[in-house]
T-cell receptor, first 116, second 109 residues
Framework: DSGVTQTPKHLITATGQRVTLRCSPR?????VYWYQQSLDQGLQFLIQYYNGEERAKGNILERFSAQQFPDLHSELNLSSLELGDSALYFC???????????????FGAGTRLSVL | QKEVEQDPGPLSVPEGAIVSLNCTYS??????FMWYRQYSRKGPELLMY????GNKEDGRFTAQVDKSSKYISLFIRDSQPSDSATYLCAMKNTDKLIFGTGTRLQVFP
């Protein structure tokens, strides 16, 4: 168990809908990262938050947004869902910022999103 | 060209074999190199973490980094069926962590 908790485990929804994925980082970790994993694309970095502030953006669509709350948990919001958004969404956390020497990301078990 | 290239496999080996998994990269700024293991329907878990060139050993696992060739390897000795998983290389510099697409490994009894 990595200590990173993601809910829900599975989500089935229809095109055009909006969903929220939740992540609780390991105790004491300040950074939260969101990744999307699909069969043909591998693990794609979406966005990082560090202590409540957006730190880095990757290949995140404008329909997607995230935030990190004062208690350090994070939510990823996906709206106007399309069939191609079906994927595994992972949250990872680390104690420090990504560039820090020794920074290690620990992953949650993921949320499997199916858009029908 | 992708920053990190990894053969997707699948790689199928008999129990007890030595497995070699590899990645190449193009960004010479990468300084930290990692291997993650991902079982089916689970999150990636960190296996090995190395800095700069050289070897690092942990039990049956050895990570090797050759920065001059931009090539990293993970060796698994005495492979076990429980090693069957997808192995992702990852590397970072000061501001980003990039993953390979992963190599699926199957170790059969």
């Amino acid at each position: 168990d990595s200590g990173v908790t993601q809910t829900p485990k599975h989500l089935i929804t229809a095109t055009g809908q909006r969903v929220t994925l939740r992540c609780s980082p390991r105790s004491g970790d300040l950074s939260v990262y969101w990744y999307q994993q699909s069969l043909d694309q591998g693990l794609q970095f979406l966005i990082q938050y560090y202590n409540g502030e957006e730190r880095a953006k990757g290949n995140i669509l404008e329909r997607f947004s995230a935030q990190q709350f004062p208690d350090l948990h994070s939510e990823l919001n996906l709206s106007s869902l399309e069939l191609g958004d079906s994927a595994l969404y992972f949250c990872a956390s680390s104690a420090s910022d990504v560039g820090t020497i020794g920074n290690i990301q620990y992953f949650g078990a993921g949320t499997r999103l199916s858009v029908l | 060209q992708k920053e990190v290239e990894q053969d997707p496999g699948p790689l199928s080996v008999p129990e007890g074999a030595i497995v070699s998994l590899n990645c190449t990269y193009s960004n010479s700024a990468f300084q930290y190199f990692m291997w993650y293991r991902q079982y089916s329907r689970k999150g990636p878990e960190l296996l090995m973490y190395t800095y700069s060139s050289g070897n690092k050993e942990d039990g049956r696992f050895t990570a090797q980094v050759d920065k001059s060739s931009k090539y990293i390897s993970l060796f698994i000795r005495d492979s076990q069926p429980s090693d069957s998983a997808t192995y992702l290389c990852a590397m970072k510099n000061t501001d980003k962590l990039i993953f390979g697409t992963g190599t699926r490994l199957q170790v059969f009894p």
